[in-house]
């Protein structure tokens, strides 16, 4: 509680080494907020400071906290290749409108191992035609990895863009089996 009796928000974030480099994961009272791939210093710096304005709040770093606990035990376990689906309370206050609709359906139904179409995707939420805004969604998915935009990819085969970088999807793919391990 502040000073005036009113419940603080808390945020508390960590880093935890994986096999496509350092993820920063952020998380609130309500759940994990926010996932960042490749958090090198500047990276996780620059990360901290939009939470920081978005929230209101100041980021504290505490990797020992039980509001990260269950999501450090379950990224860790997903690529120790021992967890096929995130069961995360998950703070979706990053993202509104069209975009949180669809990365909602895209974390309930799309399962580990499978992909989609762009075009799919919009058609699961109403919207055929779409499949341009649903590119614009995954660019602006505040917790990849756990929401799993990895697994979008073109109709025609193409495996799309990808904020971490395709050689993270690609390998992110290759852990769930959809692609060969890449070969260099």
Same mark, same amino acid.
């Given at each position: 509680?502040?000073?005036?009796?009113?419940?603080?928000?808390?945020?508390?974030?960590? $880093?935890?080494?994986?096999?496509?480099?350092? !993820?920063?994961?952020?998380?609130?009272?309500?759940?994990?907020?926010?996932?960042?791939?490749?958090?090198?210093? #500047?990276?996780?710096?620059?990360?901290?400071?939009? !939470?920081?304005?978005?929230?209101?709040?100041?980021?504290?770093?505490?990797?020992?906290?039980? !509001?990260?606990?269950?999501?450090?035990?379950?990224? #860790?376990?997903?690529?120790?290749? &021992?967890?096929?689906?995130?069961?995360?309370?998950?703070?979706?206050?990053?993202?509104?409108?069209?975009? &949180?609709?669809?990365? &909602?359906?895209?974390?309930?139904?799309?399962?580990?191992? #499978?992909?989609?179409?762009?075009?799919?995707?919009?058609?699961?939420?109403?919207?055929?035609?779409?499949?341009?805004? $649903?590119?614009?969604?995954?660019?602006?998915?505040?917790?990849?990895?756990?929401?799993?935009?990895?697994?979008?990819?073109?109709?025609?085969?193409?495996?799309?863009?990808?904020?971490?970088? !395709?050689?993270?999807? &690609?390998?992110?793919?290759?852990?769930?089996?959809?692609?060969?391990?890449?070969?260099?």
């Amino acid at each position: 509680m502040d000073r005036h009796g009113q419940d603080e928000q808390q945020l508390v974030w960590t $880093v935890v080494p994986t096999d496509i480099g350092p !993820l920063l994961l952020a998380a609130t009272r309500e759940g994990l907020v926010n996932v960042v791939f490749h958090a090198s210093d #500047t990276v996780r710096d620059k990360a901290l400071e939009r !939470l920081a304005s978005r929230l209101g709040t100041e980021p504290v770093e505490d990797p020992r906290s039980p !509001l990260l606990a269950e999501a450090i035990r379950q990224v #860790t376990a997903y690529f120790a290749g &021992r967890l096929h689906a995130f069961a995360l309370p998950l703070d979706w206050s990053l993202i509104t409108g069209f975009n &949180r609709q669809v990365l &909602r359906e895209l974390a309930s139904g799309v399962p580990y191992g #499978t992909v989609v179409g762009y075009g799919d995707l919009a058609g699961r939420v109403g919207q055929p035609g779409a499949a341009q805004a $649903v590119g614009v969604a995954m660019g602006s998915n505040p917790l990849p990895v756990v929401v799993p935009c990895h697994r979008v990819v073109e109709s025609g085969g193409g495996i799309g863009g990808f904020g971490g970088g !395709l050689e993270t999807k &690609r390998k992110l793919l290759a852990l769930e089996g959809v692609l060969p391990e890449p070969l260099f």
